[in-house]
């Protein structure tokens, strides 16, 4: 599970500092970095964002496409999302790290809705 500061709304700005943290052991054998995750108000709803960067993603790489990786969004939902935080969570993975919310063209990102359960997590579908 990813330490947290803490999982609660963060206002526009600089994010904290936090040290990187390299994710093992997931099913495509890639290895992100995990950024510090956020809780967003969606619709009056919390949701967890956890975010990862991972450079092999890039399409330009040709190394890993959607399909590569698609099992490995439910393993690091379970994984990192908590048992007491957002039952919604939405998990990027990214080439490289672009701020919440800004359009970024030319960087690969996946981006995959799941929502937490007692058993870890169930995909939803974006």
């Known amino acids: 599970m990813i330490a947290a500061p803490s999982l609660t709304p963060r206002p526009a700005g600089r994010p904290p500092v936090v040290p990187a ?14 950024l510090p995750p956020l809780v967003e ?10 975010r990862y960067v ?22 690091l939902c379970t994984r990192d999302a908590p048992a007491d935080g957002p039952e919604q969570v939405v998990v990027i993975l990214m080439e490289r790290a672009v701020p919440r919310g800004q359009a970024a063209p030319g960087v690969t990102q996946y981006f995959e809705s799941l929502r937490r359960t007692p058993d870890g997590c169930e995909w939803e579908g974006l």
Do not use: H
């Not at 943290?21 to 995990?34: F, T």
């Not at 399409?59 to 439910?74: I, S």
């Open 54 to 75: 991972a450079p092999e993603i890039a399409r330009a790489r040709g190394l890993y496409d959607f399909t590569a990786l698609e099992q490995d969004f439910q393993v």
């Open 21 to 34: 943290m390299v994710v093992e052991d997931l099913p495509s054998g890639l290895r992100p970095v995990a």
């Open 41 to 50: 108000d969606q619709g009056g709803a919390p949701v967890l964002v956890l």
